[in-house]
């Protein structure tokens, strides 16, 4: 008989909203369609993808417009099959049993799964109550306690907070550890360290075409470092982990920074819209707390969080309860407005 590694056994797993819903509010995907100009030249590019053939090892073409969309140097990139493998890439290449890898809790639980996955100590550093993060004391615990990999979000999923790249950058410069620093949510932010991924040893920058590039279907990530981190990953990862549709897809994307930059906007503006509205709401019932959001979603603080979960869920609308807080992406208009509607509803009644 075989069963699930003691490892993992006091782990929850994340649990992918199943369910029909009439509206998906839960994975921080983007609401918006890929422009017709893309589509169509992805339509025609695709009548020349060799299907028989094995996939380009280092994804070239992407990754180079990657580059050029991000202005790091190919070299200093590596393509992944979403950012999720390349967070478990990182752990194979750069840990051993017994090392100990730290988060910043809350964060994206995906951290802790793949860490245990590699028999790791984890060590988790609470963010303050409000969820801001107190930066001294993540570089006094990872120096304490020797963590050999520090892995957060910035902006932070669940939290939708960001830190200021001084600040990022300030706990790259104190510790030993390997900063991994999760950007998928900085194309809707302005902090990024991007521009700095050369000049530490201890630093990968990760970013994925799932949130604002609108392409979570396609699976693809990058990780940014110095080069021999990232020749690091090369040699650990699997040949032909990028597969030749997610190139074709990922390269036509990057090379229409303009379609992506308007795009970026309009998810914005719902987020400003779906923030706007929740405080209001929050003012007048107070029942609520909205935080501020640097991400393409929003985030409520309630006791009843659970309730209020309940209650959208059987109004067939999903979005994501973790850690006593309600995760709502931003949607279409239509969707925000349904989404508020049934808040309101659920604030009214009786309860
Ligand atoms: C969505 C998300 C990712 C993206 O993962 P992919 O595997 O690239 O889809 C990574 N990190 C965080 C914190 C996320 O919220």
Redesign the pocket.
């Known amino acids: 008989m075989f069963e699930l590694n003691d490892r993992f056994k006091d782990i929850s797993p994340y649990v992918p909203n199943e369910k029909n819903f009439d509206i998906y509010l839960d994975a921080?995907e983007s609401f918006l369609d890929l422009p017709d100009i893309m589509k169509s030249e992805i339509e025609k590019a695709f009548a020349s993808v060799k299907l028989n053939r094995y996939p380009d090892p280092v994804a070239m073409d992407t990754v180079e417009a990657f580059s050029r969309y991000y202005g790091v140097p190919a070299e200093n990139v590596v393509a992944g099959n979403?950012?999720?493998e390349l967070i478990s890439l990182l752990f194979s290449a750069f840990m051993d049993k017994g090392d100990t890898f730290a988060t910043i809790s809350p964060d994206?639980s995906m951290y802790e799964i793949y860490g245990k996955n590699f028999d790791m100590d984890y060590l988790s550093i609470p963010k303050n109550s409000d969820f801001t993060i107190d930066t001294d004391r993540v570089i006094e615990q990872c120096n304490s306690k020797k963590v050999r990999m520090l892995i957060f979000?910035n902006p932070c999923?669940p939290t939708s907070l960001g830190i200021k790249r001084e600040a990022v950058l300030k706990v790259v410069k104190s510790t030993n550890a390997l900063v991994v620093v999760?950007e998928?949510y900085m194309d809707f932010w302005n902090q990024s360290i991007i521009d700095s991924f050369n000049d530490f040893d201890n630093m990968i920058i990760?970013r994925?075409a799932?949130?604002a590039f609108g392409l979570?279907g396609i699976?693809l990530?990058f990780a940014v470092s110095n080069s021999r981190i990232i020749n690091a990953m090369k040699m650990v990862k699997s040949p032909y982990n990028v597969n030749s549709i997610t190139q074709l897809i990922g390269k036509i994307s990057l090379s229409h920074k303009n379609l992506t930059e308007k795009a970026i906007k309009a998810i914005i503006d719902s987020k400003n819209a779906l923030y706007t509205e929740l405080l209001k709401l929050s003012e007048s019932t107070k029942e609520f707390e909205v935080l501020e959001s640097d991400t393409n979603f929003v985030v409520i603080r309630l006791n009843e969080a659970v309730k209020l979960y309940e209650y959208l869920i059987e109004n067939r609308i999903a979005v994501r309860y973790t850690s006593g807080i309600i995760r709502v992406t931003a949607g279409t208009g239509s969707e925000n407005e349904k989404f508020l509607s049934v808040c309101k509803e659920f604030f009214n009644k009786e309860r």
């Open positions: 921080n979403g950012s999720d994206f979000s999923n999760d998928a990760l994925t799932s949130k979570a699976r990530g």
